[in-house]
């Protein structure tokens, strides 16, 4: 679902490194879908990324567009700089931290921030695709929970939700047992899907 994001992008993963010449790749005004979005990244070279806005998480109000980005560069390995914000200690704030990890989240206690960046690892929740069925795999909540979905509904709203559809056009029995199992969000009267696809291995397959 294409929407603006301002970024800056620099070629290196620490700041430190980033402050020589030529690593610094300017500021951007992002445009088109997501995941074509940070695929052009990572093969254009970037490996740290700031947005310039903070990204609402608890609110219901936040830009699908934005947290689908952060999905996808979380996924290529790009680290990102950026603000979460949130109006109040939700539950539901545990359903992100498979994301890279914000700098600061605002409206709440500053140790769910703190507990967010020392716990985060890569692969915290992914999905992997094999023929005819997806199989998710999610340590988000403290345990590895597995997921294996194969019924065509499913499977092709799941497709639509990568880069967000309208709450509508996915049928209620799936919103219903995606919701439940806390693998999609909604934002905006918008639903993405918020499991990771696996773009390169970052450990053994058979450890994640």
Known sequence: ????????????????????????????????GSVAAAEGLHREGVRR??????????????????????RE?????????????????????????HLYP?????????????EWRDT?????CVVRSGPGFLQVRDRRFGRLELFTIDDPQHMAAIEAMTEGTPVDRV???????????????EHAGVLWWLPMAIYRWPFPPMIV
């Open 1 to 32: 679902m294409p929407q603006a994001v301002e970024v800056e992008l620099w070629r290196d993963y620490e700041p430190a490194a980033n402050r020589l010449p030529g690593m610094s790749l300017g500021r951007r005004r992002l445009s088109h």
């Open 49 to 70: 990324v700031r947005l310039t806005d903070p990204v609402d998480l608890c609110a219901g109000a936040g830009v699908p567009g934005v947290l689908v980005l952060l």
């Open 73 to 97: 560069l979380t996924a290529r390995g790009i680290a990102v700089d950026w603000t979460a914000r949130c109006v109040d200690e939700c539950a539901a704030l545990r359903r992100y931290v």
């Open 102 to 114: 914000p700098g600061a989240v605002s409206g709440v206690d500053e140790r769910i921030g703190r």
């Open 120 to 124: 985060f690892f890569l692969c915290k």
């Open 171 to 185: 049928p209620a029995g799936v919103r219903r047992e995606l919701t439940a199992a806390d693998l999609v969000a």
